[in-house]
């Protein structure tokens, strides 16, 4: 599965932004879409999860209640809608796969930036 990540930007706090990623091969209902970001010197961390199916949505606890993660099967595409932007949230965001729950991320997109300004 190949990923394509897009949607990044500059929001003030408070706005919202969605990123989309586009994926490209075959792609079954196992698979687990997932969204992770990597802020400045820091470990790059998860956001949040979904099969492809659409089951087992899975959030990081401070993004919950703030982001969606959701896809569309006609489209190949996933994506996650972020409200309520916070500056911490500032980071490059990586859209990634696996085959199931519980195996490796081993697909990755490239990373698109997301700053939110105070």
């Known amino acids: 599965v190949q990923l394509q990540a897009s949607g990044g930007g500059w929001v003030q706090s408070g706005g919202s932004l969605r990123l989309s990623c586009a994926a490209s091969g075959r792609i079954f209902g196992s698979y687990v879409m997932a969204w992770f970001r990597q802020a400045p010197g820091k470990d790059r961390t998860f956001v949040g999860s979904?099969?492809?199916?659409?089951?087992?949505?899975g959030y990081e606890d401070s993004v919950k209640g703030r982001f969606t993660i959701s896809r569309d099967i006609a489209k190949k595409a996933v994506y996650l809608q972020m409200n309520n932007l916070k500056p911490e949230d500032t980071a490059v965001y990586y859209c990634?796969?696996?085959?199931?729950?519980?195996?490796?991320?081993?697909?990755w997109g490239q990373g698109t930036q997301v700053t939110v300004s105070s």
């Open positions: 990634a796969a696996a085959v199931r729950l519980g195996a490796p991320y081993d697909s």
């Open positions: 979904l099969t492809w199916s659409g089951g087992d949505p």
